[in-house]
């Protein structure tokens, strides 16, 4: 399945801060029954978000109409816990595209970009200037540069540089999931096969 391919994103941001955010918490267990990757968003942090009765809990950030966008913004050590794919499928599936943290887990980082979700680690100080800027303004606006592999608060023109693995940056540059990818290199792989069998 492809994805929307990311190049340059500007938007403002919801803010979590938030730390040791794990998988559990963004999709609880029981809603794992699906096998598509569709209507997880309805219950991106269902527990946090909605109460035993299923009304939305004023105080928590997602059901605060003050601030939106497709960044999400998280504390240290975001995504860990279980392996789950569903919480990266959770997050796209909300709307977002990107996630920002200062420091997230290996495995969760990797289901991200594999279902289209940018996630870009920062400094901590960094994190901070983000979180201090949207507190300030909720219409502040990032621009997250994949080709530059830049992270800019607009307003202040602050800027990060972040990493990334460069297959991974080609397929979310070109909306690729890993068979995706394979699948552009058909005649390619087709072309060799036949030069190796004559």
Not at 99 to 126: C, H, R, T, Y
Not at 131 to 158: R, Y
Request: charged residues 25%; proline residues 4%; hydrophobic residues 35%.
């Amino acid at each position: 399945m492809s994805y929307d391919n990311f190049n340059i994103l500007r938007s403002t941001a919801v803010p979590m801060p938030i730390e040791n955010v794990d998988t559990d918490q963004i999709i609880p267990a029981r809603f794992l029954k699906a096998t598509e990757r569709k209507g997880f968003g309805d219950n991106l942090f269902r527990d946090w978000r909605y109460n035993n009765d299923n009304t939305p809990k004023k105080d928590f950030i997602l059901n605060n109409p003050v601030y939106s966008g497709k960044i999400l913004v998280g504390g240290k050590n975001f995504g860990s816990g279980s392996s789950r794919e569903h919480a990266a499928w959770a997050i796209y599936d909300y709307g977002f595209r990107c996630v920002v943290s200062s420091f997230f887990a290996d495995i969760f980082k990797n289901n991200a970009i594999n279902v289209g979700i940018l996630p870009v680690q920062v400094s901590e100080m960094f994190l901070d200037k983000i979180f201090t800027a949207i507190e300030s303004d909720p219409g502040t606006e990032l621009e997250v540069n994949l080709p530059e592999q830049t992270i800019t608060i607009l307003a202040t023109k602050e800027k990060e540089s972040f990493d990334i693995n460069g297959y991974k940056k080609n397929n979310l540059l070109n909306g690729y999931d890993d068979i995706d990818y394979l699948q552009s290199m058909k005649a390619d792989i087709r072309s060799f096969a036949t030069v190796s069998l004559y």
